[in-house]
T-cell receptor
Framework: ELKVEQNPLFLSMQEGKNYTIYCNYS?????LYWYRQDPGKSLESLFV?????AVKQEGRLMASLDTKARLSTLHITAAVHDLSATYFC??????????????FGEGTQLTVNP | KAGVTQTPRYLIKTRGQQVTLSCSPI?????VSWYQQTPGQGLQFLFE???????NKGNFPGRFSGRQFSNSRSEMNVSTLELGDSALYLC??????????????FGSGTRLTVV
């Protein structure tokens, strides 16, 4: 059974600082996604990582995937208050006949303080 | 183009009742997945449909069922509701899981409260 672990689960940081969220998973997959969720809202797609070594950047966020280490990172650069949210990584167990199934990490609740 | 539409947005039901939730995927998308989100269990996979066929199912009791229609719209049904079924139910849409360049787009969710 695929397990996905995120750390830290809670992150309080000051504006302007950098930090990294880690996502480890237990079985082979080359499909990993990062989502953002604001309180009471749905999941907003941030990054789609589909191969080993994939790196994507959008604004102050950068995500990477190392399929050999079964590790993805979400790096936050010079945090701003608007980034406060819960961030989830999700690993896709896709099979041609078994279809798709996302296994989510527990989520990292990020609070950016002035 | 229009996003993923879930209805209703909010629902209050009594224990023992049944409920049907609806999801209309992005036009042209044929894969629809359902997830349950609770504070205690996090986000858990319920099932995935592709071209009207259920291809994958999570570890939920048989009270949870679903179907997909020829226009790709999907419904999920929960019978004999329990208090623990209170959750945010999310539906995700994708064009075809074999070509997943854009990942999965989630709907706004249905917040179900069982009293």
């Amino acid at each position: 059974e695929l397990k996905v672990e995120q750390n830290p689960l809670f992150l309080s940081m000051q504006e302007g600082k950098n930090y990294t969220i880690y996502c480890n998973y237990s079985t082979t997959s080359d499909r990993l996604y990062w989502y953002r969720q604001d309180p009471g809202k749905s999941l907003e797609s941030l990054f789609v990582l589909l191969s080993n070594g994939a790196v994507k950047q959008e604004g102050r966020l950068m995500a990477s995937l190392d399929t050999k280490a079964r590790l993805s990172t979400l790096h936050i650069t010079a945090a701003v208050h608007d980034l406060s949210a819960t961030y989830f990584c999700a690993v896709d167990s896709y099979g041609e006949t078994s279809g798709s199934r996302l296994t989510f990490g527990e989520g990292t609740q990020l609070t950016v303080n002035p | 183009k229009a996003g993923v539409t879930q209805t209703p947005r909010y629902l209050i039901k009594t224990r023992g009742q049944q409920v049907t939730l609806s999801c209309s995927p992005i036009s042209g998308h044929r894969s629809v997945s359902w997830y349950q989100q609770t504070p205690g269990q996090g986000l858990q996979f319920l099932f995935e449909y592709f071209s009207e066929t259920q291809r994958n199912k999570g570890n939920f009791p048989g009270r949870f069922s679903g179907r997909q229609f020829s226009n790709s719209r999907s419904e999920m049904n929960v019978s004999t509701l329990e208090l623990g079924d209170s959750a945010l139910y999310l539906c995700a849409s994708s064009s075809d899981a074999r070509v997943i360049n854009y990942g999965y787009t989630f709907g706004s969710g249905t917040r179900l409260t069982v009293v």
